[in-house]
């Protein structure tokens, strides 16, 4: 079974700052497209980044400007780096290939903005 593993979520306050990790499998990771999803209580799942294997980057308006994408090639990692983060932001973050999510869906990491 094709596991993705997310890390770095928080509790970070309005206008704080997130990293997050997402450890792929390396037969994934070296061939497909990579992407950040995102889900929020009551809400359907939503790709918020995505990024290719020669680094090409996507971003939903939403975040456009305030996240950004990146691969570790080394590590096999990829990480979404969010700034000036709103309370709309909230959400559990996923990792996935993109922009279908072709495999099952790992644990994900909470991301809750809030003072």
């Known amino acids: 079974q094709v596991q993705f593993v997310e890390s770095g979520g928080g509790l970070v306050q309005p206008g704080g700052s997130l990293r997050l990790s997402c450890v792929a499998p390396e037969n994934i990771f070296s061939i497909y497209i990579i992407g950040w999803w995102r889900q929020a209580p009551g809400k359907q799942r939503e790709l918020v980044a995505r990024?290719?294997?020669?680094?090409?980057?996507v971003y939903a308006s939403s975040v456009k400007g305030r996240f950004t994408i990146s691969r570790d090639n080394a590590e096999k990692t990829v990480h979404l780096q969010m700034n000036n983060l709103k309370p709309e932001d909230t959400a559990v973050y996923y990792c996935?290939?993109?922009?279908?999510?072709?495999?099952?869906w790992g644990q994900g990491t909470q991301v809750t903005v809030s003072s």
């Open positions: 990024i290719s294997i020669i680094n090409t980057t």
């Open positions: 996935n290939t993109g922009p279908s999510a072709l495999y099952s």
